[in-house]
DNA sequence: ATTTATTGTATCAATATGATACAATATTAG
DNA sequence: CTAATATTGTATCATATTGATACAATAAAT
């Protein structure tokens, strides 16, 4: 959702009006699948991250960019734009003026956020580990919350990130973006429960297996030993010289 | 792209600034596909069929259709939303001058017109048949262009029209919204040289059929004579009721 | 040494898809 | 009227993909 106006916003930078960007940013960490979410000072209110677009300088995917980097400390982030949100109801003054006040801020709220925006949707996969988050000027806390551990969010936030979450599910077997949310190296165990959080269903483990290996795009890599009282699993790596090959042949 | 400011915009409507919608409006017609273009008055330039978005009274989706009426005298027409354009090149400040000027405006071009514009894309898919185009104030004709004939289009439109098709063609075996695109009936020839246009290569003829048979959403009608010296085809039928139950299943 | 949990792979059945064959039939040519 | 021709509907076979199950390998605990 739209950012509050800080300082240098207010001396020289001119965004578009009515416009914002909303980023829903997954990480995938123990196992499970979560969402950069912000906390409005003094509130318990999350958020998105989210931005304006700078009206000389900017396209509208790098404003996005822009805002990832200041979120997470990270460049060259796998993105994808999924939907907008034009509601005519999509104008949050009340909630503003609240965000605004439980910030212990003085000055006069301006009076262009209060208006009707329509925002843009994106959503970003990347590496949890590679993060350092980083809340912004109205917020007390930016982090990792689980997909299934949702707290109370702003705006419609709830819903686009519903929106997103579907648009990732839709995508998952056509493009293969999901290990832009694993680490280096990973095991299929792994890979698979991301599949099934993604998906919200179980999986056939050996099936599952059958077709990850056949996409020819996983290098293998020594075993891993778990401490389990078991065989041990194979650790493997997205391999992207395989994968733009495969790729070229299309 | 931004429909022109008609003598009713500028007295007490009110549109978002920097905010348009753009429709790529498909029908089919003589196993072609087609798109609604618009041309602007005295000049060989093309452009999709759009608008802008009341501030007070319209949802993004409120507004296409409004358009979409305007455009093709029908309602309840099957609409994606499949991108937005926020290139910061989104300046057409020359171009509408021109237009302005080809039209025989005598007034001052209104402002806000050159400034950058962000602009959300939809895809229309109706029976071609059911329509009649009407052109708008700064276009002297309204109609239907095939899609492998397409002219010069003004702005970034040529760019719009290659990602709704991309977007369509996706959505092909996704969805069924295909059948917007039929007349009431038609035969498994018509229906497959849709499927050719959109895909953009040949399916084989048997294979389709029992494909298109398989999903239990066509029901057979009479046989269709051409006249030709060959065995009549069945005219088959898009049945709602059986597509409805189906969805219900999932 | 035995038990247990998990992993990698093989295999068989069920489906889906690609390719080809062929009978049915509406018209035209002779 | 008969034969030729083009197109349609359906069947069938081979191949590929997917779902389900079996089983051997193995790391640690008993």
Not at 4 to 25: A, Q, R, W, Y
Not at 58 to 68: F, G, K, P, T
Not at 185 to 202: A, H, P, R, V, W
Request: negative net charge.
């Amino acid at each position: 959702m739209q950012k509050k106006v800080t300082d240098e916003d207010l001396s020289g930078e001119k965004f578009i009006p009515n416009i914002s960007v909303d980023i829903v940013i997954f990480g995938f960490h123990n196992r499970q699948l979560k969402i950069l979410l912000l906390r409005f000072k003094n509130t318990s209110l999350y958020a998105l991250p989210g931005g304006f677009i700078n009206e000389e300088e900017e396209d509208i995917e790098e404003a996005v960019e822009r805002v990832l980097t200041e979120r997470t400390g990270i460049k060259d982030i796998y993105l994808e734009q999924f939907g907008v949100f034009g509601s005519k109801k999509r104008a949050f003054g009340e909630t503003h003026k609240h965000i605004h006040e439980s910030a212990g801020k003085t000055t006069e709220l301006n009076q262009w956020i209060t208006q009707r925006f329509v925002t843009v949707g994106y959503y970003a996969l990347l590496n949890l580990k590679d993060t350092i988050p980083n809340p912004d000027d109205v917020s007390d806390f930016c982090g990792w919350i689980d997909i299934n551990e949702m707290p109370t969010l702003a705006f419609d936030h709830k819903s686009i990130i519903e929106k997103a979450l579907e648009s990732l599910r839709m995508m998952l077997d056509l493009k293969l973006a999901v290990f832009n949310l694993m680490p280096e190296s990973f095991t299929m165990n792994d890979l698979q429960s991301l599949y099934e959080t993604i998906l919200g269903k179980k999986l056939q483990r050996t099936n599952f297996q059958r077709k990850m290996l056949s996409l020819g795009i996983l290098e293998r890599l020594d075993k891993h030993w778990t401490g389990g009282a078991h065989k041990a699993a194979y650790l493997y790596r997205f391999d992207k010289n395989k994968y733009n090959e495969m790729q070229k042949e299309k």
